[in-house]
């Protein structure tokens, strides 16, 4: 448990994370007969490390799902292609809530949805830095 609560638990297809009111899923994007390109490993610490090498005509990565699922298997291409397409047509349908035409428009949607994705759903409160808390790792401890 790191200093958050949080649980971790390692998985084949890569990790997940879970409180009493929380659980958020790290997923390896691969086909069921491709080799391991991708490992996932922690630290005592309860850090969390990812690598994933790509072949050339590879089709891999990994995608967070919020929610805890440890299911057994890869996350393949048509799991991810339906995922993909979903979360386009959300953000193309949010995007076209707004009115704003002007030079600036494209600046404009990538920043609302920067914010957008910084901010915690049940509060609306802005949820942190856009450097994923990169800032603060040297400071662990402290």
């Known amino acids: 448990m790191g200093e958050s609560g949080m649980k971790l638990h390692i998985t084949d297809s890569g990790a997940v994370f879970k409180s009493d009111d929380f659980s958020m899923t790290l997923h390896i994007v691969r086909e069921p007969d491709d080799?391991?390109?991708?490992h996932v490993?922690?630290?005592?610490?309860g850090d969390v490390h990812a690598a994933l090498t790509l072949r050339p005509v590879s089709?891999?990565?990994w995608c967070w799902i919020r929610a805890a699922t440890s299911r057994r298997g890869c996350f393949g291409s048509r799991r991810r292609s339906k995922l993909h397409d979903e979360t386009e047509r959300f953000w193309k349908s949010w995007l076209a809530q707004s009115t704003y035409t002007g030079r600036w428009r494209e600046a404009l949607?990538?920043?609302?949805?920067?914010l957008?994705?910084?901010t915690y759903a049940p509060t609306g409160c802005?949820?942190?830095?856009?450097?994923?808390g990169a800032a603060g790792a040297g400071r662990r401890g402290a």
């Open 35 to 38: 080799a391991r390109l991708a």
């Open 41 to 45: 490993t922690s630290t005592e610490g």
């Open 59 to 61: 089709c891999a990565g």
């Open 109 to 114: 949607q990538r920043s609302a949805i920067t």
């Open 116 to 118: 957008k994705l910084m």
């Open 126 to 132: 802005a949820g942190g830095g856009a450097d994923g």
